[in-house]
């Protein structure tokens, strides 16, 4: 069943680029409707939204992450995203026209479904982003939005990472239609960057020899840093919780404008740091901001490893390492940075010699608070 595969993390890494075309699969029709899979919503219900609160756990919480980047720009709604567990014990601010969104892959986890409930008796309206047909978060949610990843055998999250990405895109441009905020033709566009967004994965997945040989190097690493900025930095959190999780090494991602706020006196000579740059292309301020940091890090010591777009040559004499993905819009970008990371944790914990899918004190579903 695992295909050929060492692990069925590997296949699901694999299957990436099938699961994120399927989850866009015809949710879009001609005249830019829309499909939701089960809508108790109105449009109007979306057009009298004043917040988003996006609640959910590990790496459902970094895929909400990225989801606020997109949300508040294409919609110009404020959105928050808040760990599901931190959310329900703050007597947070809701009411009917608060929408919250609640993503889980398992939509079994009982800290996002306790969140869910709180919200719904607060009159909030709820969405679900969800990767499991029928289970509990869908169930008692006003509308859901299903991933289409198909089933997830190992307990770290990957292929779902990436449609509940899809999935997040898919809300944000729908709320930006719905609302006037973009018009058909605009949200046409985006969702034609994120068809292509399947072979680019496909590309990246290609070309992780290099990752492989660099996991090995690795593995006796103490500590390995992430650093990124915008939605970067939501992927070097998820790069450090999958080598965590999988590797069992100290991990840590950090929006790169921080290092200086305390976090660059860990770094000692040969700590290898990842560095997610953003698109020159895209918001060029912020790839310069990056190229920086990278810079005051490997003045400490620090061993680099740069993900890049292709391209972008700038960065290379910073680089130990060179990671390069094909170009992207910014926003969309971490459906492609995101994949090296996952491939580098899996690695670097086959060659420690761990159980890839089944990392010692976890569970798939977390179904007790
Ligand atoms: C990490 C991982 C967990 C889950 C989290 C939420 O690889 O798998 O952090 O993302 O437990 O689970 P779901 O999405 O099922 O609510």
Not at 38 to 64: M, N, P, W
Not at 134 to 159: F, M, Q
Not at 244 to 269: D, N, Q, T, W
């Amino acid at each position: 069943e695992k295909g050929g595969y060492e692990y069925f993390m590997a296949k699901e890494i694999d299957e990436q680029p099938r699961a994120v075309a399927d989850t866009l699969l015809g949710r879009h029709s001609e005249t830019g409707e829309m499909t939701l899979d089960e809508v108790r919503l109105t449009d109007q219900d979306l057009r009298d939204v004043d917040k988003v609160f996006i609640v959910a756990c590990g790496t459902s919480y970094h895929a909400g992450q990225v989801a606020k980047y997109a949300i508040e720009h294409w919609t110009r709604i404020p959105c928050e995203v808040e760990l599901a567990s931190e959310f329900r014990y703050r007597d947070p601010v809701l009411d009917r026209s608060t929408l919250v969104v609640a993503i889980s892959q398992s939509g079994e986890t009982m800290d996002t479904l306790m969140a869910l409930r709180h919200a719904k008796e607060q009159k909030a309206r709820v969405l679900a982003i969800c990767n499991t047909n029928g289970s509990t978060i869908p169930r008692e949610s006003d509308a859901v939005l299903y991933t289409h990843g198909g089933p997830e055998i190992a307990v770290a999250s990957t292929k779902a990472f990436l449609t509940q990405l899809t999935a997040c895109y898919l809300v944000g441009l729908h709320l930006a239609q719905v609302r006037g905020v973009m018009f058909a033709d605009e949200v046409g566009a985006v969702l034609e960057r994120l068809n292509q967004m399947p072979a680019k994965i496909r590309a990246v997945l290609d070309a992780m020899g290099p990752v492989r040989e660099l996991a090995v190097d690795l593995a006796a690493a103490k500590s390995v840093l992430f650093i990124g900025r915008h939605v970067g930095y939501p992927v070097a959190l998820e790069g450090a919780l999958k080598l965590k999780e999988l590797a069992y090494m100290h991990a840590e991602g950090f929006a790169a404008g921080e290092l200086k706020h305390g976090p660059i006196s860990l770094i000692e000579p040969g700590t290898p740091v990842v560095c997610v740059v953003p698109s020159p292309r895209g918001r060029s301020v912020l790839r310069d901001k990056l190229v920086s940091n990278i810079q005051e890090v490997r003045a400490r010591g620090a061993r680099t490893i740069v993900i890049a777009e292709e391209g972008d040559e700038a960065v290379v004499p910073f680089a130990d390492h060179v990671i390069f993905v094909p170009p992207t819009p910014t926003l969309l970008a971490p459906l492609v940075t995101t994949v090296p990371l996952q491939v580098l944790a899996c690695e670097i914990a086959s060659a420690r010699g761990h159980d890839v899918d089944q990392p010692r004190n976890l569970a798939k579903s977390v179904t007790v608070e």
